[in-house]
C-alpha cells in the first residue's frame, strides 16, 4: 500500500496578482475545481462538499489542471493558479476567444467557436487545430477519463454532447431528466460521472455516461453569472491482485474517510486471529469518519463478504460473518478490507471505486492446543532401611541410635559352600560304602 498522504489546501481570503509563490500542497485531487464568478471552490469527486479556495482578481475560462496548476485565460491572458490560489500570467491569452477548455494528458483542448484547438503545456504552443463536425453550444466541456472524449452539456433542449478530439465529430443525445439554460461548469470524475452546474438555481447534475438516464442532482446552492470547472487529478489507494483486478479506492481529501487514523497504513485491524474451528467470526475494526455522508465498510474473509454502515463521525464499525470454514490445511487466510463513500451500487473485491481506503491482512488460525498428558510415574523400590524399619523389634535390640543401625541392616547373604579338594572326594565316595558294608557285617 502507498505510504500515508498528506493533502492539504492553503485557503486565502484574497488574491493579489503576481509572480507565482512555490506552492507547498497540490491545488487538489480527487474532485474538481469550479469558479462562482470569481470565488475559487474545491468541491469533492461526488459534489458533496466545497471549500472556498480564493478570491480571484478576475473571472477565468477554459480552466484546466496540469502540473498542480490550473491554467485558464482571463482578460486576455493565459493565467497559472496554484496551491495557495495565487494568479500568476504566463502571457498573451494563446487562443483569446476561448472559454470551454479542459485537460488530457499535457493537451489543453480549448473551445474557439467550432473549432477545436490543442495547446501543449507548459510551453502554450499550438499543436493543432481540429474543425468540428457541427456547430455546439457549450458553456464547458470535459474528458472522459474511461474513453479520452469529451463530453459537454447544449442547454435548451438540454442535450449531452460528445466530441470526438481526434476527428472533431460531434454526437448529442437528448437528457429529459435534466432541466436548465446555462451550463457554464463541467467535470468528469475518474468513474465516468459528469457534473455540470446549472448557473441560475446552484443545482450540479451528477449524469453517469455510461447511462444518462440515472442523472440525479445535489442542490449545491452556487449560483453564478460566470462558471468554469475543472477536474482535479486523481489519488489512489491500492491493494493487491487477487484473482483480478488489483482494488483501488479514490482517497478522500474533503474530511477524512480511512481504515484506522489515517489513509496509508495498515492500521484498522492489527494483528486479527480466528479459531480453526470456528463456524462464524465477528471482528471491530478501527475507521474514521469526518465527511458529512456516511460510508459504507465492506469486508471479505476470502470468498465470503461481510458489510456495515459507517456513519458520519463513526470511529469503529462491526463486521459478523455468520457462516465461517476454515481449511485444515491452511496457516493463514486473506481479509480484504474496504472502505467505500456514499452507498456504491457496486461492492467487490476488484476494481475501482470511490472514496476511503483499501487494507489487507493475513489472519492468522488459532489451532487448538493437546491435552497435556504426563507418563505413569515409575513404582517406588522399596529401601532397605524401609523394608528393615517395617520389621518389629525385638526384644534384645537396644533402642539406642546404633543398635537401631544394626537392626536395620540387611540380613548377610549366606557363605557359598565350601568344595573338597578332587582326592578327598574320591576318598569319600569309597568310605561310604565301606562303613555301610562293615555295618551289614556285625549285624
Known sequence: MPGAWTLALALTAGVVAGPTTPAAEPLCR????????????RFDENAHGY???????????????????????????????????HVNSVGPAVVPGAYAGAVAGSDWLLLDGSTLVDVRLPALTVARRVQLSDQIDLGDWAVNPLDGALYGLAAGPSRLV???????????????????????????????VLMALENSSGRIYRIPLTDPSQASFIEAGVQAYHADATACPILWDYGS????????????????LSL?????????????????????????????NTTPEPAL????????????????????????W?????????????????????????????????????????????????????????????????????????????????????????PAPPAPKRKLPLTLTFFAGLLVPAITLAARVRR
Open 30 to 41: 480527487n474532485g474538481f475545481l469550479l469558479t462562482q464568478d470569481k470565488a475559487l471552490l
Open 51 to 85: 471549500a472556498k479556495l480564493a478570491e480571484l482578481p478576475k473571472p477565468v475560462n477554459a480552466l484546466g489542471y496540469f502540473a498542480d496548476l490550473g491554467y485558464a485565460i482571463s482578460g486576455g491572458q493565459t493565467v497559472t493558479i496554484d496551491g495557495s490560489g
Open 162 to 192: 460528445r466530441v470526438d478530439p481526434a476527428t472533431g465529430a460531434v454526437s448529442a443525445a437528448a437528457l429529459p431528466t435534466v432541466d436548465g439554460v446555462a451550463f457554464g461548469a463541467v467535470s468528469i470524475s475518474a468513474f465516468g
Open 241 to 256: 491482485s487477487e484473482n483480478g483486478e488489483a482494488p483501488r479506492n479514490t482517497v478522500t481529501t474533503m474530511g477524512v
Open 260 to 288: 484506522g487514523g489515517s489513509v496509508g497504513a495498515d492500521d484498522g485491524l492489527p494483528a486479527p486471529t480466528i479459531a480453526a474451528d470456528a463456524t462464524s467470526w465477528r471482528v471491530t475494526v478501527a475507521v474514521r
Open 297 to 320: 465498510l465492506a469486508g471479505w474473509l476470502g470468498d465470503a463478504r461481510a458489510t456495515a454502515e459507517v456513519p458520519s463521525g463513526a470511529e469503529s464499525a462491526v463486521l459478523s
Open 322 to 410: 455468520p457462516r465461517v470454514s476454515v481449511p485444515r490445511t491452511a496457516r493463514s487466510l486473506r481479509l480484504l478490507l474496504r472502505l467505500y463513500a456514499g452507498s456504491p451500487a457496486v461492492v467487490q473485491p476488484t476494481g475501482s471505486a470511490s472514496g476511503g481506503e483499501v487494507e489487507e491482512y493475513a489472519v492468522s488460525i488459532r489451532w487448538p492446543q493437546p491435552i497435556p498428558h504426563d507418563p505413569p510415574s515409575p513404582p517406588v523400590q522399596p529401601s532397605p532401611s524401609t523394608v528393615a524399619s517395617s520389621l518389629p523389634p525385638s526384644p534384645s535390640q537396644s533402642s539406642s541410635p546404633v543398635a537401631l543401625a544394626a537392626v536395620r541392616r540387611p
